[in-house]
């Protein structure tokens, strides 16, 4: 047990605080996605051109201030909670699973937050007061996109909670090397295990801050260029 908690790079108290950090804001995106649903459901189907108006106003709203930072903030407390304990970001499938399912959904959320939710909201603030917008097609797709979201949100609720399908072949590597270092008493041979996991784990984890530099750029260069080409909707207006 003491060898195993050696390897963890928290504190258990640091470990419960992100985790709680995670599952707060995970619970909240969930929630601000379902507000989203009912408003694009309110979208399509109300006659009432003021209700529709206001529903895609509050929309972008809800996403551009709720859901994006409630996003970013639940996949990065994730990262921290995988890469700081012993479950690791690659080394179980569901872990692995989880961040690229959480990643495509902040960056499709980010890409129609400033696309598709803004300009159905620039529509209607621009349509004549009670007149019944003309969104075309962007109703539907918003309640799509809105529906799928939960979908994958709910997804990763359950991988969380179950945690399916074992090791990694990474992962498998690591436990042989535990075990070695457990079972082999030399001292030759727990060195040389050692040091390989660590060149594993430095490599591994070089190459992860320089995949999340790199998103991190990307992902500011989005929200940047849509402020200066004015797609962020009605929040230049307000």
Request: glycine share 8%.
């Amino acid at each position: 047990m003491a060898a195993e908690r050696s390897r963890l790079t928290m504190t258990p108290q640091l470990s419960k605080f992100t985790l709680v950090a995670h599952i707060t804001f995970s619970v909240g995106w969930i929630g601000a996605v379902a507000a989203f649903l009912v408003l694009s459901i309110a979208g399509i189907t109300s006659n009432n051109a003021e209700v529709v108006r206001g529903a895609y106003v509050s929309m972008n709203l809800l996403g551009l201030y709720i859901i994006v930072p409630l996003s970013l903030a639940a996949l990065l407390t994730g990262l921290v909670q995988s890469l700081g304990t012993s479950w690791g970001l690659f080394r179980q499938y569901w872990t692995m699973v989880k961040f690229v399912l959480t990643f495509g959904s902040t960056f499709l959320l980010l890409v129609h937050q400033y696309t598709s939710i803004a300009r159905a909201a620039q529509r209607v603030l621009t349509s004549p007061v009670g007149k019944m917008p003309d969104l075309g097609q962007t109703g539907r797709e918003l309640l799509v996109k809105a529906g799928l979201a939960i979908l994958v949100l709910m997804i990763t609720t359950v991988l969380s909670i179950y945690k399916p399908w074992g090791l990694t072949a990474y992962g498998r590597r690591i436990m042989q090397r535990r075990r070695l270092m457990k079972n082999d008493g030399e001292a030759s041979a727990l060195t040389a295990t050692v040091g390989s996991e660590t060149a594993d784990s430095r490599r591994m984890s070089v190459a992860l801050r320089a995949f999340l530099i790199v998103t991190a750029v990307v992902l500011a260069a989005l929200v940047i260029l849509s402020h200066l080409t004015g797609h962020v909707g009605i929040s230049h207006g307000f």
